[in-house]
């Protein structure tokens, strides 16, 4: 795993898009893995931005998101389609029959899952992964549990994540306690992972994550049996790891 800790907020999230746009420049037909939560606005902010100056191009680009709240719409303000309409996808030349974000309302959930795990492997399979955390260890929405599951399935959010994601809802009541998220699997399969992490808040999970044993408790700290991980995070976030640990780590000024 390769952390790299930048000053602030901005410079993690430029850090992230310019990799994102090296893929693209590099292969422009690339199958993004994207996510959505609060950390990954300002890679969206700055990839549109590039796109903008023409310095990156999501025309022949491909992207499946991590995971949708269950019940909501595409079009309900607090899903995740509309999420990455709204923060992104409307924003650059990306087209949108090429962005999958699992549906919420499929009527039969179960095949849903299974047809978005088999576009994928269609697809040729995610070129780059961008994840956040949650301050529980969980990726997309596979939460501390005694078992993780390989597949995209449907899930129960804990209690943490229900509170965590509240402050996007005008009240708890009203945030789905179930969602469809890629699964493990999924995830690793990817060829590279980005994972960022911003804020205090996050210190103590990032420092699990990086430095502690492997546990289905963390489910983020799957990925340290990954190859191609890179942590970018800012000086908040990384406020809690050691020296001693035996991961890679890169100051940026
Ligand atoms: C949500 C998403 C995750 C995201 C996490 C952290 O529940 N399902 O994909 O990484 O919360 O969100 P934030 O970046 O807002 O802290």
């Known amino acids: 795993m390769k952390v790299i800790v930048a000053p602030n907020y901005e410079e993690m999230s430029k850090i992230a898009a310019k990799e994102i746009a090296k893929l693209l420049y590099v292969k422009p037909n690339a199958v993004l893995g994207l996510a959505t939560g609060s950390t990954p606005e300002g890679v969206y902010r700055e990839l549109i931005e590039l796109n903008k100056a023409e310095r990156v191009d999501f025309s022949k680009a491909t992207s499946f998101n991590l995971d949708e709240y269950k019940g909501l719409?595409?079009?309900?303000?607090?899903?995740?389609?509309?999420?990455?309409?709204?923060?992104?996808?409307?924003?650059?030349?990306?087209?949108?029959?090429?962005?999958?974000?699992?549906?919420g309302v499929a009527e039969n959930i179960e095949k849903e899952c299974k047809e978005y795990d088999e576009s994928i492997e269609k697809a040729g399979g995610i070129d780059l992964q961008l994840l956040g955390i949650g301050t529980n260890g969980h990726i997309g929405f596979n939460e501390p549990s005694d078992f993780l599951n390989l597949n995209t399935h449907e899930t129960d959010l804990t209690?943490?994540?229900i509170k965590a994601n509240s402050r996007f809802f005008d009240s708890i009541d009203e945030v789905p306690t179930r969602a469809i998220t890629m699964g493990?699997?999924?995830?690793?399969?990817?060829?590279?992972?980005?994972?960022?992490?911003?804020?205090?808040?996050?210190?103590d999970i990032i420092a699990k994550l990086v430095e502690d044993k492997i546990s289905t408790r963390v489910p983020a700290s799957m990925l340290?049996?990954?190859?191609?991980?890179?942590?970018?995070?800012?000086?908040?976030?990384?406020?809690?790891?050691?020296?001693?640990?035996?991961n890679e780590i890169e100051y940026v000024k």
Do not use: C, W
């Not at 190859?227 to 800012?234: A, E, G, K, M, S």
């Open 73 to 103: 719409k595409g079009d309900h303000p607090q899903s995740y389609r509309y999420f990455m309409n709204s923060k992104l996808f409307n924003h650059v030349n990306i087209d949108k029959n090429k962005t999958h974000v699992p549906s």
């Open 159 to 161: 209690e943490d994540t």
């Open 184 to 203: 493990l699997g999924s995830i690793m399969k990817a060829d590279k992972i980005i994972l960022l992490a911003s804020g205090e808040k996050k210190a």
């Open 224 to 246: 340290q049996v990954h190859q191609n991980v890179l942590v970018i995070v800012d000086n908040a976030a990384a406020s809690l790891l050691k020296n001693s640990s035996n």
